[in-house]
């Protein structure tokens, strides 16, 4: 076994560094560079031959492209991704609502049930069920007690 073998203390701590650092710079430049082409097809003021020219500009010459696109244009590259970032917890939202007032209330065929239920217990009369159910059928009312009770003094 002639192989000479390497040990920590081949590579000086200093070295170490510089290559952590080089390589932080590496995944940064990276981070930089997909932020940039994510805002270049983000912005809906550009033309599409502005977009495809920065994106040329920042595939040829990515070094040079990247930084004279962020001198140029990143003042609004932050603007544009919190307007993004606002639609989309605003779309988020507002399914949300919808979907709690969907899923919330309950159906026809439920009141319908409960009224059905009333009725066998003898709470109501037939005639009191039948305008309940007129009501929740036609959507006007939720068939409770309450209702029922209003449609019967009318």
Same mark, same amino acid.
């Given at each position: 076994? &002639?192989?000479? @073998?390497?040990? +920590? ?5 200093? &070295? #170490? /560094?510089? &290559?952590?650092?080089?390589? /932080? ?5 990276f981070v930089l560079l997909f932020r940039v082409v994510v805002d270049i097809f983000r912005d ?15 595939? *040829?010459?990515?070094?040079?492209? #990247?930084?004279?696109? #962020? ?10 991704? *919190? !307007? ?6 605003? !779309?988020? =939202?507002?399914?949300? $609502? ?7 209330? @309950? @159906?026809? #065929? =439920?009141?319908?049930? $409960?009224?059905?239920?009333? $009725? +066998?217990?003898? =709470?109501?009369? =037939?005639? %009191? /069920? !039948?305008? !309940?159910? %007129?009501l929740v059928l036609s959507g006007h009312g939720s068939g409770t007690s309450a209702d029922v009770a209003a449609t019967s003094r009318?």
């Amino acid at each position: 076994m &002639s192989a000479s @073998t390497y040990l +920590a203390y081949d590579y000086p701590l200093l &070295s #170490v /560094f510089w &290559s952590m650092l080089w390589f /932080f710079l590496w995944i940064m430049w990276f981070v930089l560079l997909f932020r940039v082409v994510v805002d270049i097809f983000r912005d809906d003021a550009m033309s599409g031959w502005a977009k495809a020219g920065w994106l040329v500009f920042t595939i *040829v010459l990515p070094f040079l492209g #990247v930084f004279v696109y #962020v001198i140029a244009r990143g003042k609004n590259m932050g603007r544009r991704e *919190v !307007a993004q970032a606002r639609a989309q917890q605003q !779309a988020f =939202d507002s399914y949300i $609502r919808e979907t709690a007032k969907d899923g919330g209330g @309950t @159906t026809s #065929v =439920d009141e319908l049930a $409960r009224l059905s239920e009333i $009725r +066998a217990k003898g =709470d109501i009369t =037939d005639a %009191e /069920f !039948a305008r !309940a159910k %007129e009501l929740v059928l036609s959507g006007h009312g939720s068939g409770t007690s309450a209702d029922v009770a209003a449609t019967s003094r009318r």
